[in-house]
């Protein structure tokens, strides 16, 4: 049961992801080209296109970051039983 929430939460990370990186897509158009002509111009589209990808990235790596973790210290923790099983 263990296995099925932390392969689920894998799967929900990468949806938030994709729905982030669409988010600062959207954003920046909208920031960029917003409406009634009260847009902030192209540069700061551009702005927020480029800060909004590196808080995707970096937020992604995180919530990736966190489950690596808990992946590697399973393996590691199978590793020692499997060791401590052979002597």
């Given amino acids: 049961m263990r296995d099925f929430f932390i392969n689920s939460l894998e799967k929900l990370i990468g949806v938030i992801i994709i729905v982030m990186g669409v988010g600062v897509i959207i954003g920046s158009f909208a920031v960029a080209f917003g409406s009634a002509g009260q847009g902030g111009g192209l540069f700061a589209g551009l ?41």
């Fill in 47 to 87: 702005l927020f296109f480029v800060f909004g990808a590196i808080y995707v990235v970096l937020m992604g790596g995180f919530m990736y970051l966190g489950v690596g973790i808990y992946q590697n210290t399973l393996r590691t923790a199978k590793a020692i039983e499997r060791m401590s099983a052979d002597k």
